[in-house]
C-alpha cells in the first residue's frame, strides 16, 4: 500500500499537546514536502507557540512525523488557509482533462 501524508494540527495544554485537526494531503512525498515547506513557523519550539503543525507519512498503521513547525494563533490561521487552497488546487485541477 502508498503511504498518505497528513498534517496534523495540536494544541499545547498544560498536559501536553492535543490534536485539534487533521488534513489528508492529496498528492504524494514531493507534493507533501513543497507544502509543508510553505508553512509559517518555526522548526523549534518556543514560548510564544502555542500550535505545533507536524507532517505524518502513514503506512498502514504506523505514523512517522517528518517535519514540525510551531506556530502562534495567527500563524495558524495562514497554514491552514494555504494547506486548504492548494489542497483545492491539486483536487480540483488535476481532474481537468486538457
Known amino acids: ?14 498536559e501536553g ?4 485537526c487533521h488534513f489528508t494531503l492529496a498528492g504524494d512525498y514531493e507534493a507533501a514536502v513543497d ?20 507532517m ?3 503506512n498502514d ?3 512517522t512525523v517528518l517535519q514540525r513547525r510551531y506556530v502562534i494563533l495567527s ?10 487552497r492548494e489542497t483545492f488546487r491539486i483536487l ?3 481532474n481537468i482533462k486538457t
Open 1 to 14: 500500500m502508498e503511504p498518505r501524508y497528513e498534517i496534523v494540527v495540536n494544541i499545547r495544554v498544560p
Open 35 to 54: 507544502l509543508f515547506g510553505k508553512l509559517d513557523g518555526q522548526e523549534a519550539p518556543a514560548s510564544s507557540a502555542a500550535i505545533r503543525f507536524e
Open 61 to 63: 498503521t504506523l505514523s
Open 75 to 84: 500563524e495558524a490561521g495562514d497554514n491552514c488557509k494555504k494547506i486548504l
Open 17 to 20: 499537546y492535543v490534536e485539534a
Open 56 to 58: 505524518l507519512e502513514v
Open 92 to 94: 480540483t485541477l488535476s
